[in-house]
Structure formats: structure tokens, C-alpha cells
């Protein structure tokens, strides 16, 4: 039996992670779930956007799953979600992008990776005034940072027999920055004599994955370029509510969708609860348990073969629960 810290979140977050639980139920994962409330309604009660039981709960059992939580823009308060990677270090962030069953979308068999930095650049908010017309962002990138995520990248296309990691930075422009995360990659390319090591830079890949998608299976970048590319990419495959993503550190990872809290469809019962219960699948795969993971997403898979089960963000007009209950029947 696997025990698990789920982290509610906000927004739709609670209807998600509901309709995860209800399948992983269904499937009869071997998991305990630990749940906490997290994020704004837990702010408004106790002052704080996390409990220390939740953090308690979380270093104990080593893996947790989360709904996405709010961060307002522009106000003092900082991201709950960068807080957390930064606390335990949650180094690596991987984000796959399937098509997946008939979901209309501009292109097909898309497979790429995304290993995306997750501790360091301009999301560490080294920010400041420096006077009242202008505001100052420090990034900072480390051999340390860049060699881990690098090796991370490497040995997953090993694992995969991915013949190519494409490496994304800005390093004509940022040479000291992007300069040493691109230099960290060819040396730790070098000890994978078996892997191209291709040198893209972000805005020539921003073009070439809307016009050549097929041509990447792994990217490896920094954590502002990863972040946007990962949505872009959610685009090529048919949307945010797809995509699923596991933050990775050496004694704790962390599972939640690329996408946010959606206040737009918040309590509605229309979420799209893919990219949650794939990152269910994510968590399955890292706790060993392979065989269950792979079940839950070929009835994914099968749900979304079927154009009567999509929900309103694919064209359709199922509700999460509707959604979850198909998934179920297809296990
Ligand atoms: P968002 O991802 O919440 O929503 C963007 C659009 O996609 C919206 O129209 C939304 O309705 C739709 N969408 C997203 N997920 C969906 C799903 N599962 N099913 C159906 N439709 C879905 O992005 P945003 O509006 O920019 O951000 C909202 C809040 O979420 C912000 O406070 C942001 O900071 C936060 N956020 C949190 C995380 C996280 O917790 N890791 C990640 C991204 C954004």
C-alpha cells in the first residue's frame, strides 16, 4: 500500500482531484490518500496557503499530487507552486505531450518530452525597483542546476531509446546565463556517445514546433522557456486540460497538470480531468506500480477515442463527472 499527500488546490482543483480519486478507486490502485485543503480557501481560514501538516504529510510519505492553486498577479503573494519546488528542491519538471484518442487537433502522433529546469532562472523572483520607472529581475542558472537536469534528460532518453535531446536556450543573446546551461549540456552529452545533442534556440523553437512538431521527442531548457513551451505544446495536442507533469527532486516528487486553477470554469462540473489523472499515471509509474498506471491510461485513451465522451474544452458537452464515469467503464 502506497501513501500518498494530496494537495486540493484551487479552482477546479477539487473537482479534479475528486474525479482522480474516484478512477484510481475504480481501478483499485493500492493507494492511501492523505488530503489536504490547500491554496485560497485554506488562506482565508488560517492565514497560510499550506499547513504544516500538509508539509509534515508530504515528508513522510516522499510523493503527493496536486490540484493547481492560484497565484494573483501583481500583488505581494508568490507562487505556492514555485514555493514548493524550491523546498524540496523538486529539481526536474517532465512534461509529456501525447495525442491522444480522436481529439481534433492540427497534428498527430506527437510524442515530445519536455525536461524543464525547475529551481533557478528568473523564476527564483530576485526582483526589485530600483527606482519608480524602473524594475529589475535577476537570473541566475548554476553548473549544478544545469548538470542535474541535463543528466536527467540524457538518462530518460536512454531509458527510451530517444536518439535525440534538443537542447533550447538563448544563448547567442544571455552568453553567461543560457551560455553555461548550453556548455553543461554538451559535456554531459558527451557521456552519451549514443545521442545527438541538437542546439536550438527558443524563438526559432517556438516556430519550428508549430510547423514541425514531429521532428522533437525530448527538449531540454530552462524553466521560463520550459514553462512557455509546454503550453505551446498543450496547444499542438488539443489543449491545457491534456497534459500532465511530475516535479522531480532527489528524496520527493511531486505530481500535478501543466495547466492552472481555471476560475473561468471553476465549480461548474465541466473540467477536463485528463492531465490530472495522467499525472496520477506519472506518480503510478515512479511508485513501480506500471501495470495499473498502464491500464488507467489506455482507458484514458479510449475514453477520448469517443467523441460523445469529450468534455466542453474538446468540443464536447460532458460533464467531469460524466467524464470520469466513462473512464471507468473503459478500465
Ligand atoms: P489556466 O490553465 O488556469 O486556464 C487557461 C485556460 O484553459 C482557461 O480558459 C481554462 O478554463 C482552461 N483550462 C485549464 N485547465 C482546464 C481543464 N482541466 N479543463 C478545461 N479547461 C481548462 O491558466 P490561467 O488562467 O493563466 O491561470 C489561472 C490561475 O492558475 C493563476 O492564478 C495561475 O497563477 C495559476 N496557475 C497555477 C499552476 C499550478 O498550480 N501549477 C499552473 C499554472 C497556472
Not at 474516484?22 to 485554506?42: L, S
Not at 523538486?90 to 484518442?101: C, D, E, I, T, Y
Not at 530600483?130 to 548554476?142: C, G, Q, R
Not at 506500471?290 to 484514458?300: M, P
Given at each position: 500500500m502506497h501513501r500518498v499527500t494530496m494537495l486540493e488546490g484551487d479552482g477546479i482543483g477539487v473537482e479534479?482531484?475528486?474525479?482522480?480519486?474516484?478512477?484510481?478507486?475504480?481501478?483499485?490502485?493500492?493507494?492511501?490518500?492523505?488530503?489536504?485543503?490547500?491554496?485560497?480557501?485554506?488562506?482565508?481560514?488560517?492565514?497560510?496557503?499550506?499547513?504544516?501538516?500538509?508539509?509534515n504529510s508530504l515528508e513522510k510519505n516522499k510523493v503527493g499530487i496536486k490540484g493547481p492553486m492560484t497565484t494573483p498577479i501583481g500583488t505581494g503573494f508568490r507562487s505556492a507552486n514555485v514555493f514548493l519546488r524550491k523546498k524540496y528542491d523538486?529539481?526536474?519538471?517532465?512534461?509529456?505531450?501525447?495525442?491522444?484518442?480522436k481529439i481534433d487537433s492540427k497534428f498527430e502522433n506527437i510524442d515530445i518530452t519536455i525536461f524543464r529546469e525547475?529551481?533557478?532562472?528568473?523564476?527564483?523572483?530576485?526582483?526589485?525597483?530600483?527606482?519608480?520607472?524602473?524594475?529589475?529581475?535577476?537570473?541566475?542558472?548554476?553548473?549544478?542546476?544545469?548538470?542535474r537536469i541535463a543528466k536527467e534528460a540524457f538518462e530518460f532518453a536512454k531509458k527510451n531509446n530517444i536518439e535525440k535531446v534538443t537542447v533550447v536556450t538563448k544563448a547567442n543573446i544571455m552568453k553567461f546565463t543560457d551560455g553555461l546551461f548550453l556548455e553543461v549540456a554538451r559535456e554531459v552529452a558527451k557521456n552519451y556517445p549514443g545521442i545527438k545533442l541538437e542546439e536550438v534556440l527558443v524563438d526559432n523553437m517556438a516556430m519550428q514546433l508549430v510547423m514541425y512538431p514531429e521532428r522533437y521527442k525530448l527538449i531540454l531548457t530552462e524553466n521560463l522557456y520550459g514553462d512557455i513551451l509546454s503550453d505551446l505544446c498543450a496547444g499542438l495536442v488539443g489543449g491545457l486540460g491534456l497534459i500532465p507533469g511530475a516535479n522531480i527532486g532527489k528524496d520527493i516528487a511531486i505530481f500535478e497538470p501543466v495547466h492552472g486553477s481555471a476560475p473561468d470554469i471553476a465549480g461548474k462540473n465541466i473540467a477536463n480531468p485528463t492531465a490530472l489523472i495522467l499525472s496520477g499515471c506519472l506518480m503510478l509509474e515512479y511508485l513501480g506500480e506500471?501495470?495499473?498506471?498502464?491500464?488507467?491510461?489506455?482507458?484514458?485513451d479510449k475514453t477520448l477515442s469517443d467523441k460523445n465522451n469529450f468534455t466542453r474544452d474538446l468540443g464536447g458537452n460532458k460533464s467531469t463527472e460524466e467524464f470520469t464515469d466513462a473512464i471507468i467503464s473503459n478500465l
Open positions: 479534479i482531484c475528486a474525479s482522480l480519486r474516484k478512477v484510481f478507486r475504480a481501478a483499485e490502485v493500492n493507494i492511501q490518500w492523505d488530503i489536504y485543503q490547500t491554496g485560497e480557501k485554506h488562506f482565508e481560514k488560517h492565514g497560510e496557503l499550506i499547513s504544516d501538516d500538509c508539509f523538486l529539481f526536474a519538471n517532465v512534461r509529456p505531450v501525447k495525442s491522444l484518442g525547475n529551481t533557478e532562472d528568473l523564476y527564483q523572483g530576485i526582483e526589485e525597483m530600483e527606482d519608480e520607472n524602473t524594475a529589475k529581475s535577476i537570473k541566475i542558472i548554476t553548473r549544478k542546476g544545469s548538470e506500471i501495470e495499473a498506471a498502464t491500464r488507467i491510461k489506455n482507458a484514458v
